[in-house]
């Protein structure tokens, strides 16, 4: 059998990051994936940036259609099972 297309595909990351010189910019990184990847509906204002759920749409990368969706799903799973 011969793989023909991935229709889709999800990436769940289960850690946090943090960098020792301090918190990225918002404003430059959202710039920075905007251009990267040329999202048509990236999110639009600084209160936006800082929701709950940052969704970056229509973009692409290789060829192929990308969407991206930031959250703080995680952070919410860890404080339900730390209060259980």
């Not at 297309?5 to 990225?24: N, Y």
């Not at 940036?49 to 995680?74: N, P």
Request: without cysteine.
């Amino acid at each position: 059998m011969k793989l023909l297309a991935i229709e889709m595909s999800r990436l769940t990351v289960l850690f946090d990051a943090t960098r020792i010189q301090g918190q990225v910019y918002l404003p430059h990184a959202a710039a920075g994936l905007v251009e990267r990847y040329s999202f048509a509906s990236p999110p639009q204002s600084f209160t936006e940036l800082k929701a709950d759920r940052v969704e970056f749409k229509h973009g692409v990368f290789e060829d192929s259609g990308l969407s991206l969706t930031f959250g703080t799903h995680f952070q919410r799973v860890q404080n339900q099972m730390s209060n259980s």
